[in-house]
């Protein structure tokens, strides 16, 4: 399979095309210079590749970073989703488009919410949340307005190794690497209380790729575990599995305006249709991705 992706040099774009060539598809990468809002050079780089399939996982993805600007995480994730899908409906009109958006959508749930199903209640919370909410819609009217072939993904948190340390559990792992080295005995944290529901970044990639082959035109899946763990307990388990010993203190500069408190899901949708479930525990993902912060260059 002819494949594109958009994004492709980000943490998860990394992982999907190592996956993808394993699989024996022939995977173009997205230009890093293409503005992904320019349907114009979209249209060009989509006319080389003549994809049969692609994954759309540009976007600007820092939920906190969102907060200091809103209108541009609105431009790239919002109006680059528009673009695609317009130039692919250009030049690559039978190709299947996957857009990733995330389950920020759901924001602020109670336990009597859980686990989040495709049917639950979005009330976007930040404004990279509102985006993909926003993203979301677009992708559904290109399905229903132009009758295109579009499948929408809303993974939850997914962590491993070559993950940026803007996002928590990578930052973790880093500082912890970091501690090892310098034999100091406390790392800054922000809210250790948050639960999320995460999932090794090396099960997501095969979700995206199983929702190209399986997934149901104008449809969105949850990819999740099923199981929320308090970020907490992800800082203990790498401080078990770490050669050093110290502890987290809360610095309030590392926390957002507003946060999540809970998030888990269901993706028995995703697995009825596909067959897909997770196959690589978080114990793992985290021994993973220690070995990757020490094979880095890491300040202690």
Same mark, same amino acid.
């Given at each position: 399979?002819?494949?594109?992706?958009?994004?492709?040099?980000?943490?998860?774009?990394?992982?999907?095309?190592?996956?993808?060539?394993?699989?024996?598809?022939?995977?173009?990468?997205?230009?890093?210079?293409?503005?992904?809002?320019?349907?114009?050079?979209?249209?060009?780089?989509?006319?080389?590749?003549?994809?049969?399939?692609?994954?759309?996982?540009?976007?600007?993805?820092?939920?906190?970073?969102?907060?200091?600007?809103?209108?541009?995480?609105?431009?790239?994730?919002?109006?680059?989703?528009?673009?695609?899908?317009?130039?692919a409906r250009a030049v690559a009109p039978s190709?299947?488009? %996957?857009?990733?958006?995330?389950?920020?959508?759901y924001g602020h749930v109670g336990a009597e919410?859980?686990? %989040?199903?495709?049917?639950?209640?979005?009330?976007?919370?930040?404004? &990279?949340?509102?985006?993909?909410?926003?993203?979301?819609?677009?992708?559904?009217?290109?399905?229903?307005?132009?009758?295109?072939?579009?499948?929408?993904?809303?993974?939850?948190?997914?962590?491993?190794?070559?993950?940026?340390?803007?996002?928590?559990?990578?930052?973790?792992?880093?500082?912890?690497?970091?501690?090892?080295?310098?034999?100091?005995?406390?790392?800054?944290?922000?809210?250790?209380?948050?639960?999320?529901?995460?999932?090794?970044?090396?099960?997501?990639?095969?979700?995206?790729?199983?929702?190209?082959?399986?997934?149901?035109?104008?449809?969105? &899946?949850?990819i999740c575990s099923g199981v929320d763990v308090?970020?907490?307990?992800?800082?203990?388990?790498?401080?078990?599995?770490?050669?050093?010993?110290?502890?987290?203190?809360?610095?309030?500069?590392?926390?957002?305006?507003?946060?999540?408190?809970?998030?888990?899901?269901?993706?028995?949708?995703?697995?009825?249709?596909?067959?897909?479930?997770?196959?690589?525990?978080?114990?793992?993902?985290?021994?993973?991705?220690?070995?990757?912060?020490?094979?880095?260059?890491?300040?202690?």
């Amino acid at each position: 399979m002819r494949a594109l992706i958009t994004g492709s040099r980000g943490f998860v774009g990394q992982w999907l095309t190592r996956h993808l060539e394993a699989c024996g598809d022939v995977v173009t990468p997205s230009d890093a210079e293409v503005d992904i809002a320019d349907v114009a050079a979209l249209c060009v780089l989509f006319e080389e590749a003549q994809p049969a399939a692609i994954y759309h996982l540009a976007a600007k993805s820092h939920v906190g970073d969102s907060w200091v600007d809103p209108t541009e995480v609105l431009r790239v994730n919002v109006l680059g989703t528009a673009a695609v899908l317009a130039a692919a409906r250009a030049v690559a009109p039978s190709a299947r488009v %996957l857009v990733v958006s995330s389950a920020e959508v759901y924001g602020h749930v109670g336990a009597e919410d859980l686990p %989040l199903t495709e049917e639950s209640s979005v009330r976007p919370v930040s404004p &990279y949340a509102a985006s993909k909410v926003a993203a979301e819609a677009v992708a559904i009217q290109a399905v229903l307005g132009y009758d295109q072939d579009v499948v929408v993904a809303r993974p939850f948190n997914h962590v491993g190794p070559a993950q940026s340390p803007m996002f928590a559990v990578a930052a973790l792992a880093q500082r912890v690497v970091a501690a090892e080295r310098s034999g100091a005995n406390r790392i800054a944290v922000g809210n250790l209380a948050a639960r999320r529901d995460f999932t090794d970044v090396r099960d997501v990639v095969v979700a995206y790729r199983r929702l190209i082959e399986l997934g149901e035109r104008g449809e969105t &899946y949850n990819i999740c575990s099923g199981v929320d763990v308090a970020i907490d307990e992800v800082a203990a388990m790498l401080l078990e599995l770490a050669k050093t010993s110290c502890v987290f203190e809360v610095d309030s500069q590392l926390t957002r305006p507003a946060d999540v408190p809970v998030l888990r899901g269901s993706a028995a949708k995703l697995s009825e249709r596909t067959g897909w479930s997770p196959q690589i525990p978080l114990r793992k993902t985290l021994e993973d991705t220690l070995a990757y912060w020490r094979t880095q260059d890491v300040d202690g």
